[in-house]
């Protein structure tokens, strides 16, 4: 840390000697072209401001594109017509509770009260969030996606978002050519600074070489690190006990904003707080893949039941995300021989019928096991049994225990492991379809230390940094200890157009200099 501190204040030396003090008609820099970045950058366009926008792949997205549940918000046009009753006093409470009340109660304030206008933006971006869902954690429904159309595929969320928002920049791109650069491929390598401003950044071009790019300020929308086994990993220094796992995330999240800032003296909060998704598929083509797909939790709401090697239930398929990840985890070895194994991570077999499949929606269901193949088809118990190995009376005593409690009205029936919802009935000698799941590293609450104003904290001179912004997963605070189910993309959304506005405003008085 002290040495980067120091490498930090000779570069900032450096750059002094080069320029003078930030000109207004300087570009704002977007570091990340996901929800937070592009939010970021469209609002700086809207400001009147030039923006560069810098991404290391090969294209826009992040892991916004891969966001499948939806976005929080109160006090919308689609909560009215779908006559949902909610407050902001109600989504502020679901917030901190979820976040067992570590969450910085400013930036929650904000992020709720910013919510309902969030949607709106997302709209007149052309983003249909017409359907609200009921989500865990939640009081009431507000969870917003975008509504399934009556044939063919569903439409992912977070793809839709990040689809329609690269649409809006491009045109506007079109209309202002010189007011917007987008470089990708490029990664940023550090920040420049000029005295106590932040001034750029230095990337690596796709041609290899290396680059400065200025500007009057730098916004940091560079994700998680939810992927970052790195020898200078931060899940090894804040969370070592979650470097076992897989991740839902893209390579691409391993936290260089964060270190980057850090070097810089930026202050950090919650780090240690990492979010474990206790179902994610391990692909029967690449068992070991660090990177894994997410098996949503409605696949579990819809009715799929888990069970060991041993064929029997071991947990509420149902409970907490921490509890069934720690169910797994303690409760189940890794799988060697069926369906290609699960590489080593303690891993359960989840299971599904037809009327379940049904339920969760035939295209979405198909997508899983017709084109990724997670899914494996069965035409009956004592067949899946066989390929699995597993004592075929023993996998039907799970089965026929578990019927029983199906259809029950009585909500203080309940099984071993308290879970009280038993959606669907499975039939022996009907088909059965099979996947391995494990828990996997899907969200980390912790980040950059951010002011409500979308300032990054510089914890050596004990204020926020001038020029210096951070939005979205990269910035800690607002999620506390665990974060509730769509307030990220939220989060992108509200702080990522703050960070923008604000960026954008940057003037430097010559009286401060
Ligand atoms: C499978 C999955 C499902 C999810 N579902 C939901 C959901 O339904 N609702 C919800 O609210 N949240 C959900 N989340 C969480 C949410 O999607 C993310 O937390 C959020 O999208 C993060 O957005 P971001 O803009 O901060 O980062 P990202 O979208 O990850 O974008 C960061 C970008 O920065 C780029 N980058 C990183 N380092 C550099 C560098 N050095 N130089 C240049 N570029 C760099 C990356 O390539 C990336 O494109 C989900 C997450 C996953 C993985
Ligand atoms: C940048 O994007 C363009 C257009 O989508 C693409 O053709 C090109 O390959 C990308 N460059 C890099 C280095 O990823």
């Known amino acids: 840390m002290r040495i980067f501190v120091f490498l930090a204040l000779i570069s900032t030396a450096d750059a002094a000697r080069k320029r003078g003090p930030p000109q207004v008609s300087e570009p704002v820099v977007v570091v990340g072209g996901g929800l937070a970045g592009l939010s970021a950058a469209l609002e700086v366009l809207d400001s ?10 090969a294209n826009t997205g992040g892991n916004s594109a891969k966001a499948s549940s939806g976005i929080n918000a109160c006090a919308t046009a689609a909560q009215k017509k779908l006559k949902i009753r909610d407050s902001f006093d109600l989504f502020y409470s679901d917030t901190l509770n979820a976040g067992d009340r570590q969450n910085d109660v400013e930036l929650v304030d904000v992020l709720v009260h910013s919510s309902t206008d969030a949607i709106k933006f997302l709209e007149e971006s052309g983003v249909d969030l017409g359907d609200v869902n009921l989500c865990g954690g939640h009081s009431t429904p507000r969870t917003h996606w975008v509504p399934s159309p009556k044939e063919g595929k569903p439409i992912p969320v977070g793809f839709e978002i ?4 690269r649409a809006r920049l491009d045109a506007i791109q079109i209309d202002r050519p010189e007011d917007v650069t987008i470089l990708n491929g490029t990664s940023m390598t550090g920040l420049v600074s000029w005295n106590e401003y932040m001034t750029g950044v230095n990337v690596l ?52 904003g964060v270190k980057m800032a850090r ?6 909060v919650g780090m240690e707080n990492v979010q474990i998704h206790p179902t994610a598929f391990v692909d029967p083509a690449d068992p070991k893949a660090n990177t894994k797909f997410l098996a949503a939790e409605a696949l579990r709401g819809k009715g799929a039941i888990m069970i060991n090697m041993d064929g029997k239930r071991f947990a509420n398929e149902l409970g907490r995300r921490d509890y069934l990840s720690a169910r797994i985890t303690k409760g189940c070895k890794p799988i060697d021989e069926f369906q290609g194994g ?28 017709l084109v990724k193949k997670f899914f494996k088809k069965y035409d009956n118990l004592a067949a899946f049994a066989k390929a699995a190995n597993i004592d075929e009376k023993t996998i039907e005593t799970t089965i026929n225990e578990y019927n029983e409690l199906v259809g029950s009205d009585d909500k203080n029936v309940h099984d071993d ?41 510089n914890d050596l001179r004990k204020e926020p940094f001038k020029g210096l912004f951070a939005a979205g997963e990269v910035a800690g ?15 992108c959304v509200v702080f990522g157009r703050i960070a923008g506005k604000n960026a954008a405003r940057t003037k430097y008085d010559k009286t401060e200099l």
């Open 48 to 57: 009147g401001s030039k923006v560069v926008l810098i991404e290391s792949q």
């Open 162 to 165: 990040m689809k329609k928002l």
């Open 205 to 256: 071009l796709p041609s290899g070489k290396s680059q400065e790019v200025a500007g009057k300020a730098v916004i940091l929308a560079t994700g998680g690190f939810a992927s970052d086994k790195s020898d200078d990993s931060l899940l090894i220094e804040f969370a070592p006990e979650t470097i076992k796992f897989p991740t839902t995330n893209g390579a691409f999240a391993k936290g260089d």
């Open 263 to 268: 070097a810089m003296g930026a202050a950090v």
């Open 342 to 369: 699960s590489g080593g991570h303690s891993a359960a077999i989840m299971l599904m019928n037809d009327e379940a499949a049904d339920s969760f929606g035939r295209p979405a269901f198909n997508f899983y096991h």
């Open 417 to 457: 492991f308290s879970k009280t919802v038993f959606p669907v009935n499975f039939v022996a000698d009907q088909p059965i379809y099979a996947a391995i799941v494990t828990p996997a590293i899907h969200y980390t609450m912790g980040g950059l230390k951010i002011d409500s104003q979308g300032r990054v904290f």
């Open 477 to 491: 605070g607002v999620h506390g200890s665990n974060r509730l189910a769509g307030n990220s993309l939220l989060e």
